[in-house]
């Protein structure tokens, strides 16, 4: 197979093995779904939920000097006129007359030729914004136009002054927060990867900005760090975007970029962004937003560095690094080959991290209460139907990195038997030393 054939495929194999497991699938498929917009299942929303903690302990529980926010979606419409996205963020859009296919300009080779037909018939490229719009209070006039959330970075901004006075942070301190985010993406493809509705993981850190520089090195190695260490991603399997071409007010800019099946993809970007940010909203709202620095004696401007990454894309991103198909050979006589699929996952992130199973239903009891005990430690799961195998193969298309069997002899050794998904090994375990073993085993 080709190696763009062979990528499509294992798109289709994590698509499938999301709506099939229960990870991900259309919203509202029952009326036909809606272009852009992705509900997450019962293991979907699991994985997210250990992503986002992952982060957030990352980010804000293990520093001292970065604090949380959790701002509303509907802000102040004066908030994205000073952040310039009611004037600029928008998308140049060109279609094809014949087959009526739309582009960003900026994401095609050549915009005189359409990319699916070849057709030479393209309209004159035009400005789409992207901003979600919606109307608050009784009437549904033009004074009452409000937008949805854009980025989780604008309320951090905004909130900068207020979050400093409660928390007397100095400088250099961060703002994170997480949440979901809305774009009117003319073109939703790629599974979750452009969605129209989102959620961020976004922090801003304030500094003085003679300072600026150094920061945006140390969160740039912070992040590649987090990557490699946390989510366990390899070498080849990320590579750094250095923007050349900035926004008129960024000092630099990189993207984290991963190895998506359709190819390599926006994943994290890390914006030195100067004083923008906190100019503007003092310029509109009229509010001197300035940091006093008392131990100096003076007034200035934080410059922000900005960490923004996309949950929906972190958990693309791992499923396409986890997916492995291995053959087995079945226990049926005529040992016709047959396909046991793994997601290696890392059992931070795994939304099942322990799999319980009796070895006949008859020690249902017992194993049922040793699950008991597991899933306050860990995320957990009983199974008791179907044969063993089976139960194994369900655990790893999940990822389940332990599964542990509850036998006959449990009974008498109060042990079970601890099997690891990736290397298929088998350990005799006493239950007493057990959650001591899954936490070393898991590391965390
Ligand atoms: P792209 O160039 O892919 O449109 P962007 O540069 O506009 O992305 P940012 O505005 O920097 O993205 O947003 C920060 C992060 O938010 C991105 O790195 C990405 O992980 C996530 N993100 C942005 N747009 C989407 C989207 N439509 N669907 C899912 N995630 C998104």
Not at 338 to 357: F, G, M, N, Y
Not at 396 to 401: K, V
């Amino acid at each position: 197979m080709a190696d763009e054939e062979k990528n499509q495929a294992l798109m289709d194999k994590i698509v499938a093995l999301c709506k099939r497991r229960g990870f991900v699938f259309p919203s509202s498929e029952i009326y036909g779904g809606f272009n852009g917009f992705w509900d997450y299942g019962p293991y979907g929303s699991r994985m997210k939920r250990a992503i986002e903690n992952l982060w957030w302990h990352e980010m804000v529980e293990m520093r001292d000097n970065v604090e949380g926010l959790d701002s509303t979606i509907i802000c102040n419409p004066t908030v994205w006129k000073a952040s310039g996205h009611l004037d600029q963020f928008s998308d140049l859009m060109t279609d094809c007359k014949k087959c009526k296919a739309r582009y960003r300009v900026d994401q095609m080779e050549d915009p005189t030729t359409c990319p699916a037909c070849g057709s030479k018939e393209m309209t004159e490229p035009r400005e789409f914004n992207l901003m979600m719009k919606t109307f608050v209070g009784p009437v549904f006039d033009d004074e009452h136009v409000a937008y949805l959330r854009a980025e989780t970075c604008q309320p951090i901004f905004v909130d900068f002054h207020s979050v400093q006075v409660a928390t007397r942070q100095k400088l250099p301190f961060g703002i994170a927060q997480i949440g979901k985010s809305f774009r009117n993406e003319i073109n939703p493809r790629n599974f979750t990867f452009r969605s129209r509705e989102f959620t961020q993981m976004e922090m801003e850190f304030f500094c003085d900005g003679e300072e600026g520089m150094k920061w945006f090195e140390y969160w740039k190695e912070q992040r590649i760090k987090y990557y490699r260490e946390k989510l366990g991603f390899p070498e080849d399997f990320m590579r750094i975007y250095v923007h050349e071409k900035l926004a008129h007010y960024a000092h630099a800019a990189i993207d984290i970029e991963v190895k998506y099946p359709f190819g390599w993809g926006e994943l994290e970007g890390v914006h030195h962004r100067g004083t923008w940010d906190l100019s503007r909203h003092s310029e509109f709202s009229g509010q001197d937003l300035q940091y006093i620095d008392h131990d100096n004696h003076r007034k200035l401007m934080p410059t922000v560095i900005e960490t923004s990454v996309g949950l929906d894309r972190t958990m693309l991103a791992l499923l396409s690094l986890a997916y492995d198909e291995e053959k087995a050979a079945t226990q049926k006589a005529d040992m016709e080959e047959d396909t046991r699929v793994i997601l290696h996952l890392p059992a931070a992130v795994a939304p099942i991290q322990v799999a319980v199973l009796p070895q006949s239903k008859k020690l249902k009891e017992n194993a049922y209460n040793l699950y008991k005990s597991i899933d306050r430690h860990f995320r957990s799961e009983y199974d008791e139907t179907g044969s063993i195998g089976k139960r194994y193969r369900r655990q790893d298309e999940i990822g389940t990195p332990y599964c542990i069997t509850f036998d006959f002899d449990s009974l008498n050794d109060n042990a079970v038997t601890v099997r690891d998904r990736d290397t298929m090994q088998q350990e005799r375990v006493n239950v007493t030393q057990l959650r001591d073993y899954l936490e070393k085993k898991m590391d965390i």
